[in-house]
Structures are given as C-alpha cells and as structure tokens.
C-alpha cells in the first residue's frame, strides 16, 4: 500500500447497524454494500456472523456482491465466531476476519476475571486460528484508548507474531484526547517489532465529540486505516464520520494522506443511510447535514455571493451538493434578497430593492424563513407601492 494511502474501513453494517432502531434487512445491507463498494471503501465491515443466522446471510451475501472492497466479518476471540465468519467469508473475493479482545484494566477484571497473560494468549490463539480461514487478518484491542501503553505494545507484538496483518487500537469509550491518542499510536510505532509490517487502524467512538480529531491525529501520527460509519451513526453517540475524516484529508493536502473515496457521491449516499435506518441526521452535521452549506446571516451571505470561498472552505459540488443555500430570514440583508429575487426572475434596480427590503423584513419577522413563494407575494407589494406612487 502506498504510504500516503489511509484505508477507508467502514463499519455502518456492523457497528452502525447496532444502533437501537436502524435494524436493516439483507435486502437493505446489500443496497448499503453495493454504495459502499461504489464509493470506494476499502473494507466493508459486513456485520457479526455467529450473532444471529440473519446477520450470517447477509454477511455472506454481500461477500458474494461486492467486487472491489474486502469484505470483513466481526468475532470475539472465540473458536466459534471464527469458524462461522470464515464459513459466511468464504466466497468474498478478498476476505477479512476482524478478532480480538478486550485489553484495558476495566476489561480484563470486570469483563473477563483473568489475568494479563491469559489476555495475550487468547489474542495469539484467534489470531492464529483466524488465518486458518482467511490471509488478512484484523485485531482489535477493545478498549485500547484507556489500555497501559507497555501492556498495549505487548499484546500487539504478540499478535503480529501470530500472524495479524491489520492492528485495531480502538478509542471504544471515546475518552482520548486527540493528542492522547497520536501519542498512543507513535509509542506503537517506536516499540513494537514488527509493527512496519502491519497496517495501524483507528477506531474511535465520539462520547466526547471526539472520534473525528482523533482519528485524524492517529493518522498524522501513523495510522493507515481509519474505522468508520456514514453519517458518524454507531453506539451511544456515533463512531468516526467517513464524511469528516475524507473531507479533512481532501482539504489538507499537505498532510500528505489521501483516500480512494469518490467524495461526489457522499450527500447521496448519506441520504441513502439515512433513509434505510431511518436515522435523523442533525442539520447542522458537517459535510451531510441539511444546513451544511447554507447561509441565513446577512455578512455571511454578501461574502458568499461575492466570492463563495469567504465563508465555504468546501465548494459543495465536491461532496455531491448541487450549489450553497442562500436562506432568507430577518438576519439576512439586502444582497441576499436582490440574489433570491433574481433566481425567481426579478432584477430589482436599488429603489425597488429598498421598497423590497421594509416589505421583505415585514415578512421575515413574522415567519422563521421567507421562501420564494413569498418574494412573489413582496414583490406584487412592491408593484402595488411603485404604481401608487406614480399616481
């Protein structure tokens, strides 16, 4: 893989899907999976097979569908799960098995009851077993955010010994500072043999509204894959957004990291997610949301018209988005009124447009938005006001 080149895992299938409500059918998955293959993700996380035979079919489905992308099926560090996602793998033309376990303090006492040494030796063992079924082969270490680093370093040098190609280092309760975190993967690098041989991967939860800035410093500071879901959905308050992290490496170019994302196609496909989880995005989500690229605030919006990149870093075309949204509320000025008016056929000469305005403010106060509906009702005012006047 390049060294520039940072892989787009996504995990909306699996992690995404484990929203309460956004239960999606095969049918639905393979819609998903076919968009995501499209948009050129670099694993499909399909879902968790032994957990249940409908999550089996469409794990297996969309292995069978999806012709670019690795395809990659979850399981704890169990015989089992292993055994079933390699059996629901098997016909992907590049399969993935994602194991592993739970390395933080929290985890190995409450979750487990055992000891460290008994952590390393089931991670070796899935790792091992898991490439009895398949060549690439994905560890995570649940709950690595709040991992000691010494410990973390061990149970990964283990796990590559095993034969792990890709190590997840999951921020899984969204607790890391993002410099937390690139410190974390830097110490990885800097101590752990055999680490240049591996591919480094994000994942991160956003409890603290986090995910994004520390996903992008593990990258920054290493990592060649990143872990995420459509529209930031997932458990408790969302993993990683695909949108943010692609845009960020997009609008960065000096980074010197870039993906393999068709980003012209992420609005349609967010609308996509959405629709089939029936998943509300919040207008003001970055990239996606509704309000994303619009302006209602009479400075922003005399900079826009002037010169779209005043106020709008992304030209709204690279994500999919048809033009900026200039909206018309009792912030908005007289720029934004001549623009609006001039997109539903009026070209006003300044004292029409100063009649406008008063009538124009009189509606605005009295409703949140002035649609274009309403600019013909003002204008049929103004007409009114123009002829009186004559008189």
């Given at each position: 893989?390049?060294n520039d080149k940072v892989q787009i ?21 393979l819609i998903i999976a076919e968009r ?112 000691d680093n010494e410990f973390l370093a ?238």
């Amino acid at each position: 893989m390049r060294n520039d080149k940072v892989q787009i895992f996504d995990t909306t299938l699996r992690d995404g899907e484990q929203v309460p409500g956004c239960k999606l059918d095969t049918k639905q998955k393979l819609i998903i999976a076919e968009r995501l293959d499209i948009l050129g993700v670099d694993v499909i996380e399909a879902g968790f097979p032994v957990s249940s035979p409908g999550d089996f079919t469409s794990v297996n489905e969309i292995a069978k569908l999806v012709k670019n992308a690795s395809v990659c099926g979850l399981t704890r560090a169990v015989k089992k799960d292993i055994e079933v996602a390699g059996e629901a793998l098997k016909v992907a033309i590049k399969p993935r098995i994602h194991t592993g376990i739970g390395t933080s303090e929290s985890h190995i006492k409450h979750k487990f009851n055992i000891s460290k040494d008994e952590v390393i030796f089931r991670a070796k063992n899935a790792v091992a077993y898991a490439r009895n079924f398949v060549g690439d082969v994905e560890f995570f270490a649940e709950d690595a955010g709040r991992t000691d680093n010494e410990f973390l370093a061990k149970v990964c040098e283990e796990v590559i010994k095993s034969g792990a190609t890709v190590l997840n280092i999951p921020d899984t309760t969204g607790y890391c500072l993002p410099e937390e975190y690139g410190e974390k993967i830097k110490y990885l690098k800097d101590n752990v043999k055999g680490i240049e041989n591996v591919i480094i991967s994000c994942h991160c939860h956003n409890d603290l509204g986090l995910a994004t800035a520390n996903s992008i410093a593990g990258a920054i500071n290493g990592a060649r894959q990143i872990e995420c879901t459509i529209n930031g959905i997932g458990e408790r308050a969302g993993n990683t957004a695909l949108e943010e992290v692609v845009m960020i490496l997009k609008q960065h170019p000096y980074l010197n990291l870039t993906t393999d994302i068709d980003t012209k196609l992420l609005y349609d496909t967010s609308i996509m997610v959405r629709e089939k989880m029936g998943m509300f995005v919040q207008p003001n989500k970055a990239i996606v949301g509704a309000n994303a690229f619009a302006h209602s605030s009479g400075i922003h919006q005399d900079g826009v018209i002037k010169n779209r990149e005043t106020y709008e870093i992304i030209d709204p075309a690279e994500v999919g988005v048809t033009e900026s949204a200039i909206v018309l509320t009792a912030r908005s000025g007289r720029a934004a009124l001549a623009y609006r008016a001039k997109k539903v056929g009026y070209e006003l000469t300044k004292i029409q447009l100063d009649t406008a305005y008063k009538t124009f403010l009189q509606f605005a106060d009295r409703q949140k938005e002035v649609i274009d509906e309403d600019i013909h009702q003002i204008m049929k005012q103004v007409n009114k006001l123009s002829k009186v006047a004559l008189a």
